[in-house]
């Protein structure tokens, strides 16, 4: 029986609004997903998610996906989809530039909304901001031809900017249009309402144009390991290390070491490596673990725990683990494949 770890366990289809898209396919097949087959709108930053129900509410026909990086909000969201007991909406705690890259098929979408984004207001900071050039370009690849962009927002400022962007990119006209009156029921608007603040609707109408390809993540049956040949010694201490791999980096904070019965002396000793795994579109917490094989051998790889996404530079975590297990004494490589 091989030793080696499945990478992923590949669901066809998620009950409930909570989506494990590390699970699912890329891009995810939406029609296996809902029970409904009409458009397909994607919501960036659903905050409390009473949008999003309103909208999935009002258009039992259509299909609202959510995206959140806040925890938090993603339980509020949760709650009010799960008490009207929506069959339409699906919620994904991932951020918008590795979601609309990865896990959605080119010209999908009949509208991407983005509700009050955090408008980075100084001047050294718009470099975060989400709606930019690029960004417009990637979801523009994204939209069905007439779909659009919906941004609502209280920043003048970001209003001009985003403005500006969508131009820059070649790809999208804008539209003066009333915005549905929900927008401007969210919890923010109220605030700013509350506030006296003016508040801004913008629509971005994709025409159609040929957009740049954005090549897909390639997933492999195996979790990246390693085989060396050596044994592990009974006590080891690992410093931080920052390496660089592929287009960002992996950091390595800590490792632990877990016990069989036998002992560390009998071989049976176990290490698992904390990482940290940082890319432009998605920051992830991994294991690597070090474990005994066969005799006089040892394997390293990723752990399944929390059903990492593998790319190119969550193989560096492996490859950082190995190369740092190489400058221990009567380690040797013999197998490499990350």
């Known amino acids: 029986m091989s030793d080696l770890v499945p990478a992923y366990d ?34 960036i930053g659903f905050g409390d998610g009473r949008y999003t129900v309103r909208r999935a509410s009002d258009a039992p026909g259509e299909r609202f996906v959510g995206l959140e990086i806040s925890s938090a909000s993603l339980l509020r969201g949760l709650g009010k989809v799960r008490k009207k007991n929506l069959q339409n909406v699906k919620l994904l705690k991932v951020g918008a530039g590795f979601a609309v890259r990865h896990l959605f098929a080119p010209h999908t979408l009949a509208s991407v909304t983005v509700n009050f984004p955090d408008p980075w207001p100084k001047e050294r900071h718009e470099k975060n901001r989400l709606l930019q050039a690029d960004f417009f370009k990637l979801v523009a690849s994204r939209l069905l031809p007439g779909g659009a962009v919906l941004l609502a927002t209280d920043h003048p400022d ?3 900017f985003a403005r500006a962007e969508s131009e820059k990119s070649g790809l999208f006209r804008l539209e003066d249009a009333e915005p549905p009156a929900a927008v401007f029921e969210t919890k ?16 971005f109408r ?7 390809e954005y090549p897909g993540l ?6 990246p390991h390693a085989l060396l040949s050596g044994r592990l010694p009974s006590h080891v201490y690992l410093s931080k290390q920052v390496t660089p791999y592929a287009d960002g980096h992996v950091i390595l904070h800590e490792v632990v070491q877990r016990l069989d019965a036998g002992g560390a002396e009998s071989g049976g000793a176990k290490w ?3 990482a940290t795994v940082e890319e432009p579109e998605l920051r992830q917490q991994v294991l690597v673990s070090v474990r005994p094989r066969g005799e006089g051998g040892l394997i390293v790889g990723l752990e399944p725990f929390g059903d990492p996404v593998v790319t190119p530079t969550t193989r560096g975590a492996v490859h950082a683990v190995t190369e740092w297990l190489l400058t221990l004494p009567g380690v040797a490589a013999q197998t490499l494949s990350y």
């Not at 669901?11 to 397909?40: K, Y």
């Not at 994709?206 to 740049?212: I, K, M, N, R, V």
């Open 10 to 43: 590949f669901l066809d289809s998620s009950p409930g609004p909570l989506a494990p898209w590390r699970r699912l396919r890329f891009p995810v097949a939406w029609d296996q997903q809902f029970p409904v087959s009409g458009p397909l709108h994607l919501e």
């Open 158 to 160: 970001y209003l001009v």
């Open 188 to 203: 923010y608007a109220l605030k700013w309402k509350t506030l006296g603040k003016p508040l801004y609707y913008q629509v």
């Open 206 to 212: 994709y025409g159609g144009a040929l957009t740049p």
């Open 218 to 223: 390639e997933r492999d049956e195996t979790m």
């Open 272 to 274: 698992l490596v904390r």
